[in-house]
């Protein structure tokens, strides 16, 4: 496993490639403990805490 984070040009380029809006990330969902599809990911930052990560929907709903 590469470090989290940062991923090289070339990681990132290969995975816009297979598919840009519908891959999974590795981010959990707070709201529901799934995980997120990228075109899904919404990043919240909360203090004390750092980043959090919504589905995009769940994240409205909560
Ligand atoms: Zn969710």
Same mark, same amino acid.
């Given at each position: 496993?590469? *470090? !989290? =984070? #940062?991923? $090289?040009?070339?990681?990132?380029? $290969? @995975?816009?490639?297979? +598919? +840009?809006? %519908?891959?999974?990330? +590795?981010? &959990?969902? #707070?709201?529901?403990? #799934?995980? &997120?599809?990228? *075109?899904?990911? @919404?990043? /919240? !930052? /909360? /203090? =004390?805490?750092? @980043? /959090?990560?919504?589905? !995009? %929907?769940?994240?409205?709903? $909560?």
């Amino acid at each position: 496993m590469a *470090k !989290k =984070g #940062e991923l $090289s040009k070339t990681a990132r380029a $290969s @995975m816009a490639q297979r +598919d +840009d809006t %519908n891959f999974a990330t +590795d981010r &959990i969902c #707070e709201q529901c403990g #799934e995980r &997120i599809m990228l *075109k899904e990911l @919404m990043p /919240v !930052k /909360v /203090v =004390g805490q750092g @980043m /959090v990560y919504y589905h !995009k %929907n769940h994240f409205a709903a $909560s």
